[in-house]
């Protein structure tokens, strides 16, 4: 019976989420035109429409510290595709992602139309060609949001952080802010959470729906400057470590 209950609820949440994304695919045609930084009413339902996926999962965030209100580079540690629609019902923001989402039915389309950044991982120049367009996406404005651990972890640890893509933050002279991101649990993290290994979209799904409750925490913390001393360089590198230290500090992990 409980088993019975969970498909069922699984099926409920599937069956809400693909109704979800077509009204965000009607959403994005008549008002993701001109960048989500740069209308009121584009930002709105960007905002309303990534709430909306939270609800789907009775998803309960609770935020500390506060967002910038200029253009900044964010980073943050990576557990889950359930990452962007949460830090997403925030503020309207650009995220970089793997090229082949571009492609994905529906859900590529959408992300192009909301402003997401693509990297064709492996290809020749690729990371330069992503850095020029978060360069320039900072410089019209916008925000964007990086995972520099490049991968999703368990939540358990975070990796080392790859500074390549934070010289976005150095070349378009904007701030850099970690952000922490939790899913507390008896366990210490959620396990129904993480999206890692071998899982598919489909065991994704599954253990959202069994995360009763599905608690998250982000907190913001404080931004660091890309030019930390005025008569010296500052290197991506650096920035990437000071990135990383601060989220394992919050996070309580080395």
């Not at 339902?45 to 965030?61: D, E, Q, S």
């Not at 599954?206 to 599905?214: F, K, S």
Request: charged letters at 15%.
């Amino acid at each position: 019976m409980p088993e019975l209950l969970t498909t069922l609820k699984l099926g409920w949440k599937v069956l809400r989420l693909n109704l979800h994304l077509v009204s965000g695919v009607i959403l994005a045609h008549f008002y993701l035109r001109n960048g989500i930084h740069k209308q009121e009413t584009a930002s709105a339902h960007y905002l309303k429409w990534n709430r909306g996926v939270c609800n789907i999962f009775h998803a309960t965030i609770s935020t500390h510290g506060s967002m910038q209100s200029e253009a900044t580079l964010y980073v943050m540690n990576h557990i889950s595709w359930f990452d962007i629609p949460v830090l997403a019902s925030q503020q309207p923001l650009h995220f970089l992602s793997k090229a082949e989402v571009k492609s994905w039915p529906l859900i590529g389309w959408l992300a192009d139309r909301a402003g997401t950044l693509f990297i064709q991982r492996g290809r020749h120049g690729a990371a330069q060609q992503s850095l020029e367009e978060i360069t320039g996406c900072l410089q019209s404005g916008g925000s964007v949001v990086i995972f520099p651990e490049g991968t999703t972890t368990d939540g358990k640890n975070v990796r080392k952080f790859h500074g390549r893509l934070l010289q976005a933050a150095i070349d378009a002279q904007v701030k850099i802010q970690p952000i922490a991101l939790r899913y507390p649990h008896k366990q210490g993290v959620n396990p129904n959470v993480p999206y890692i290994g071998e899982m598919t979209f489909m065991d994704s799904l599954l253990g959202l729906t069994r995360a009763n409750p599905l608690d998250v925490e982000l907190y913001f913390l404080p931004p660091i400057d890309s030019h930390l001393d005025a008569t010296t360089e500052t290197s991506n590198k650096q920035l990437a470590d000071l990135s990383r230290s601060a989220i394992a500090k919050q996070l309580g992990i080395n």
